[in-house]
């Protein structure tokens, strides 16, 4: 019972050296894509800095001048 706690809370610090040491040596990407992860492994997208990106507002701005789209909101506005 022992033996297995110790066991976990090595391969705990082992994971979290292993992870400082590529962060320390992994190059950084200039670009920001707002992607961003949970110490749990979850993935989740900063809304401030995706939708500030660039090719990101004119997608928006072709879809909002999109003859198929304007069409769906003049049919289904109230």
């Known amino acids: 019972m022992l033996w297995n706690k110790i066991c976990v809370i090595f391969d705990r610090l082992k994971f979290s050296i292993m992870t400082a040491i590529i962060n320390l ?9 707002g992607l961003r992860g949970t110490v749990e492994g979850r993935l989740y ?7 500030n990106r660039q090719e990101v507002r004119e ?13 769906q909101i003049e049919a289904n506005r109230i």
Do not use: G, M, R
């Open 59 to 71: 997608a928006i701005a072709n879809l909002k001048k999109s003859v198929v789209i304007q069409e």
């Open 45 to 51: 997208v900063d809304k401030k800095v995706f939708y």
């Open 25 to 33: 040596f992994k190059k950084s990407n200039p670009k920001d894509t």
